[in-house]
């Protein structure tokens, strides 16, 4: 059974997702809305993390020793600045808010065939967060995207 690959692949997503939500919020902190709205789902992110908990415990986690490099997402380091810094920072929490997303997807898919009520309970109240962190994020950026792109610094 390969679960344990995706249950790894989820738990360190989404401490990474968390990780980077708090770096951009205090990269960008004189934007109100990110930086609480960033601490915020950082803490849902954590949140996702400790419910997976007890189904790591039950199935276990691992990671693929043959192809590491295509079952991991760096966090961000460093915030860029400005305008169009925010808007390349909220891109890059979309990536990996994705990334979680559709491994949410396949978990759900396999706890759909285990019959595992506790599993399929988890998955679907975090893949709707993470469906609105995705939400959010894309707002975010539409809304960014007009002074970053055309107004002049």
């Given at each position: ?92 929490l979309y990536l990996l808010a994705s ?8 978990v759900k898919q396999a706890a759909q ?25 894309s707002t975010r950026m539409k809304q ?10």
């Open positions: 059974m390969k679960l344990p690959v995706y249950l790894g692949l989820l738990h360190t997503s989404e401490r990474t997702l968390a990780e980077s939500f708090r770096q951009v919020a205090e990269g960008h902190g004189a934007e109100p809305d990110v930086y609480y709205l960033c601490h915020s789902l950082a803490e849902q992110c954590e949140a996702h993390e400790q419910a997976l908990s007890p189904i790591v415990d039950r199935y276990g986690e691992t990671q693929e020793i043959d192809e590491p490099e295509r079952l991991h997402a760096d966090r961000l380091s460093t915030t860029r600045s400005g305008p169009v810094g925010l808007l390349r920072d909220l891109q890059d990334l979680v997303d559709i491994t949410w997807t396949a065939g285990l019959r595992d009520a506790e599993l399929i309970d988890v998955v679907q109240r975090c893949e709707g967060e993470t469906a609105t962190q995705l939400k959010w994020l960014a995207a007009p002074q970053a792109l055309i107004v002049a610094e």
